[in-house]
């Protein structure tokens, strides 16, 4: 479990989001932009207006029943672990095996880094590969993506 989260929040830091066609293809650069915004801004979001609702209503004189209070625990639990149930679903799907058209695609963009291409790679393997060629310097995307 802990080697699919550290895949998952290594998958969420180094996939490509901002390339259009990748994107059409592969759902990982929707999913992890979604786990760094919610990871990001769910938790403080979620504090802020559970705290606000609850002055408020104290403040107004409203005193909540006791049966609410189990619901509203489910909910901030529920919305906490949001970010973690993507890290989660993108752990998993870094453990994906390529297809045969994949792989050679991932060989065109090993040759493009000058590395060795690995015997059976994973998304997360294909993921490294995309940021290395993406990190070079003058790198144009659209070449990287011309095998897809």
């Known amino acids: 479990m802990a080697e699919i989260m550290s895949r998952g929040q290594e ?13 059409a293809v592969y759902r990982e650069g929707f999913i992890a932009s979604m786990v760094v915004y919610a990871g990001r801004w769910m938790p403080p979001m979620l504090c802020f207006f559970a705290v606000w609702y609850f002055c408020f209503w104290r403040y107004a004189g409203v005193e909540f029943p006791a049966y609410i209070w189990p619901s509203v625990v489910f909910m901030l639990t529920l919305a906490f672990l949001a970010p973690v149930w993507g890290i989660w679903k993108l752990g998993q799907r870094s453990l994906r095996r390529l297809t045969p058209q994949e792989i050679s695609w991932y060989g065109r963009i090993c040759e493009a880094t000058g590395d060795t291409p690995a015997l059976n790679p994973d998304m997360l393997t294909l993921a490294r590969a995309l940021r290395k060629a993406l990190d ?4 144009d995307p659209r070449a990287l993506t011309d095998g897809i």
């Open 11 to 23: 998958m969420a830091k180094i996939w490509p989001r901002n390339i259009k066609t990748l994107n």
């Open 136 to 139: 070079r310097e003058g790198a």
